[in-house]
T-cell receptor, first 117, second 107 residues
Framework: ETGVTQSPTHLIKTRGQQVTLRCSSQ?????VSWYQQALGQGPQFIFQ???????GRGNFPPRFSGLQFPNYSSELNVNALELDDSALYLC????????????????FGPGTRLLVL | ELKVEQNPLFLSMQEGKNYTIYCNYS?????LYWYRQDPGKSLESLFV?????AVKQEGRLMASLDTKARLSTLHITAAVHDLSATYFC???????FGQGTRLTINP
């Protein structure tokens, strides 16, 4: 196991509702990235936070928002849920982004499976 | 826009055989990652490749990177059933993923 935890593990919501997913990073990691993985697809990058600031964003609408806290835990908030938001949501923690001097990788949490009805 | 393509997308092979998964990407990238995902599970990091010509090996898996060709390969030697999984490559800072290669190894 990686030391990255996510909650809840499963969630069922209805269209139009709002959801908050949580992630606790691996100890010592100051960067967290969130991904959406639809069934049978590769993970799609939502955004990344580094030291509490957004540090890059993928092609997702503003109703996907996030926070990173001083202890480097993180939240993903999704407003106005749509059916297509049903997916596995993964967070991944890592050390400083963009560092090429060492073999830094991301460590993924177990994911939250969201179903929107 | 950076695009990552893997092939094949599906691969069924017999134990003991060798095979290669290919990962092509569309623009220059500093690094390339390989991950494994078991059904219903999260992603496990396998390799980080940082430079042209980099080669990493772990057990029956070997990954290589050719930045000039924008190509990485994941080679499986003498496959065993436990290697059945979906394998993803990712580039940029590791946030642009390929579609995945679903590998099934039959006894």
């Amino acid at each position: 196991e990686t030391g990255v935890t996510q909650s809840p593990t499963h969630l069922i919501k209805t269209r139009g509702q709002q959801v908050t997913l949580r992630c606790s990073s691996q100890s010592g990691h100051n960067t967290v990235s969130w991904y959406q993985q639809a069934l049978g697809q590769g993970p799609q990058f939502i955004f990344q936070y580094y030291r509490e600031e957004e540090n890059g964003r993928g092609n997702f609408p503003p109703r996907f928002s996030g926070l990173q806290f001083p202890n480097y835990s993180s939240e993903l908030n999704v407003n106005a849920l749509e059916l297509d938001d049903s997916a596995l949501y993964l967070c991944a923690s890592s050390l400083d982004p963009g560092t090429v001097l060492f073999e830094e990788t991301q460590y993924f949490g177990p994911g939250t499976r969201l179903l929107v009805l | 826009e950076l695009k990552v393509e893997q092939n094949p997308l599906f691969l069924s092979m017999q134990e003991g055989k060798n095979y290669t998964i290919y990962c092509n990407y569309s623009t220059t990238s500093d690094r390339l990652y390989w991950y494994r995902q078991d059904p219903g599970k999260s992603l496990e990091s396998l390799f980080v490749l940082l430079s042209n010509g980099a080669v990493k090996q772990e057990g029956r898996l070997m990954a290589s990177l050719d930045t000039k060709a924008r190509l990485s390969t994941l080679h499986i030697t003498a496959a065993v059933h436990d290697l059945s999984a979906t394998y993803f490559c990712a580039v940029d800072i590791g946030n642009v993923f390929g579609q995945g290669t679903r590998l099934t190894i039959n006894p």
